[in-house]
């Protein structure tokens, strides 16, 4: 029995100079580099593993989704959290970084025929500004693609001024009220359901925290008992891992044997970092990975 497909592996190894931050939240900026040399283009929701050659830390490479591509640039964002994500901010002008890749399997191409319901909690909003992009340049209407992001308070709402340039629906909400609606996610969700703004013929993807990740595919799950019908649904793990290239096995992801060849776990650096919700095994999204 064939396993799940490969994400496509052709990562290439290379250095790119230190443009610039730009702070987007108060605690998130993107990351501006420049690769050095000519590189292949990067889907939406691929990543890329970043490390600094010259300094002994961080000492592992990190993971980062590429957010937009501008001319020759590749742009992060990145949620400041830790020695790594700080070191990255510090650098000045001409530094150097080393990346690999792009890595990973992407979101299903846009069919402009088919509304789209983008779910983003936190820095899991980093793989969607691509796609978005992508999709309008190929003729999708602004209204078939609707943004639901949400955090636990305004910081953790990133580059809001850039979201609204692109003119899809876009429905916020923080947990404690500060930004848009008091509530969670699945509360936009719920709503919108229930007022026929959205429903069970389109496609929905989300990233964000796994608690977040798994109360939205609890809730679809939900919709899709209640109304007799299946939801096209994918989901882009934030899944620690050092390599990006299915060595180290660190990015192990519980999903269902009979979708991978009777092997209980795939890898999201190879096999990921997107999978279709029915792939995940039971609890896959509740943080039992990585």
């Known amino acids: 029995m064939p396993g799940l497909p490969l994400a496509p592996v052709a990562p290439e190894i290379f250095e790119a100079r230190f443009v610039a931050v730009e702070p987007v939240s108060?605690?998130?900026?993107?990351?501006?580099?420049?690769?050095?040399?000519s590189t292949a283009a990067p889907a939406p929701s691929q990543f890329y593993m970043l490390s600094?050659?010259?300094?002994?830390?961080?000492?592992l490479p990190r993971p980062f989704s590429i957010y937009r591509v501008e001319g020759r640039e590749l742009h992060f964002l990145i949620k400041r959290q830790g020695?790594?994500?700080?070191?990255?901010?510090?650098?000045?002008?001409?530094?150097?970084?080393?990346?690999?890749?792009?890595?990973?399997?992407?979101?299903?191409?846009?069919?402009?025929?088919i509304p789209t319901v983008l779910v983003a909690g936190g820095v899991g909003l980093a793989p969607f500004p691509l796609w978005i992009e992508r999709a309008?340049?190929?003729?999708?209407?602004r209204e078939k693609i609707r943004l639901?992001?949400?955090?636990?308070?305004?910081?953790?709402?990133?580059?809001l001024e850039r979201l609204r340039t692109y003119g899809v629906s876009l429905d916020l909400c923080t947990e404690d009220g500060s930004v848009g609606e008091?509530?969670?996610?699945?509360?936009?969700?719920?709503?919108?359901?229930?007022?026929?703004?959205?429903?069970?013929?389109?496609?929905?993807?989300?990233?964000?925290?796994?608690?977040?990740?798994a109360a939205v595919q609890r809730f679809l799950a939900g919709v899709e008992r209640e109304r007799s019908t299946s939801i096209a649904t994918?989901?882009?793990l934030e899944t620690y891992m050092a390599c990006?290239?299915?060595?180290?096995?660190?990015?192990?992801?519980?999903?269902?044997?009979a979708c991978h060849g009777d092997w209980p776990y795939a890898k999201a650096c190879l096999h990921g970092p997107v999978f279709e919700s029915h792939v995940l095994a039971p609890g896959a999204l509740e943080g039992a990975h990585g």
Request: glycine share 12%; charged share 20%; aromatic share 8%.
């Open 182 to 213: 008091r509530g969670r996610v699945t509360d936009l969700l719920s709503r919108a359901f229930a007022s026929g703004a959205i429903d069970a013929s389109m496609r929905y993807f989300s990233c964000g925290p796994d608690p977040m990740m």
């Open 234 to 236: 994918w989901f882009s």
């Open 52 to 59: 600094l050659p010259e300094r002994l830390q961080p000492l």
């Open 83 to 113: 020695p790594a994500t700080r070191a990255y901010e510090r650098l000045a002008a001409g530094d150097r970084l080393r990346l690999v890749g792009p890595l990973g399997a992407t979101w299903p191409e846009p069919e402009p025929q």
């Open 148 to 159: 639901v992001f949400g955090a636990r308070d305004a910081r953790g709402l990133y580059d």
């Open 244 to 257: 990006g290239l299915g060595v180290c096995n660190g990015c192990a992801v519980p999903v269902d044997p």
């Open 136 to 141: 309008l340049a190929r003729g999708m209407a």
């Open 26 to 37: 108060q605690d998130g900026y993107v990351l501006r580099l420049e690769p050095l040399v």
